[in-house]
């Protein structure tokens, strides 16, 4: 097995949106998907991205990212909302298994953030535990709107910028991996009708601005 963990973060964000490249060009690879792959994986992991993202059935992070088994350490809720156990599972996949880089992933039509939008503009409340999620997105969408936006692109983004900002504010662990230089974070849009995923923001690693959506 490829030790991830000699990789830098750049390359592993590098690697990263070269399967997203491949996924929207239409030239799958499918990297380690097969069963000699299975066998290899099976005394150990060693991912070089821990991916936290929506829950959305459209956003299979292997398939968007042409990635295979072991490659990715995925962490899911809806609105990527954050709780204890999201963020224990984040730093075991940088702490433990080693992973150089975390990613934030948002896209558009984004269900939790149109149920906060509407929570918040029209008092449109929701039940059960699904509150709690709205609660969680409300303090993006309460952002957006101070600072003028209109757009839903842009309530995503700040959403997904909010969510890197808590992971390194709550995680000491995290913080200092990306103060030492050891790990990046990124946030990523996904956009579903083309498939692309667009830097939002990063923290531990230098991009050019035209890369920035």
């Keep these: 097995m490829a030790d991830n963990q000699t990789l830098t973060p750049r390359e592993a964000f590098e690697m990263l949106l070269a399967g997203n490249r491949r996924f929207v060009a239409g030239s799958l690879e499918h990297p380690n998907q097969d069963a000699a792959r299975r066998t290899e994986v099976v005394p150990a992991q060693n991912p070089f991205a821990v991916l936290f ?12 990212f042409d990635r295979g088994l072991g490659d990715l350490f995925v962490v899911r809720t809806a609105g990527h909302v954050q709780g204890p156990e999201v963020l224990g599972s984040i730093e075991y996949g940088v ?8 990613v934030v992933l ?31 997105v409300t303090p993006s969408v309460l952002a957006a709107r101070a600072a003028g936006r209109t757009e839903e692109a842009d309530f995503i983004a700040e959403h997904i910028r909010h ?4 992971l390194l504010d709550r995680s000491r662990s995290l913080a ?11 946030g990523l849009s ?21 890369v920035v959506s």
């Design 106 to 136: 948002g896209h558009d039509a984004c269900g939790a953030v149109a149920a906060t939008r509407a929570a918040v503009e029209d008092g449109m409340a929701a039940g059960g535990f699904v509150r709690d999620v709205i609660e969680r």
């Design 53 to 64: 993202g929506c829950s959305d059935s459209r956003l299979a992070a292997e398939i968007i």
């Design 190 to 210: 996904y956009r579903l009708a083309d498939g692309t995923a667009r830097l939002v923001t990063a923290r531990g690693i230098e991009v050019p601005s035209d």
């Design 176 to 186: 200092q991996a990306v103060e030492a230089g050891r790990v990046a974070v990124v």
């Design 163 to 166: 969510t890197v900002d808590l």
């Design 95 to 102: 702490s433990v298994l080693g992973a150089p880089l975390v």
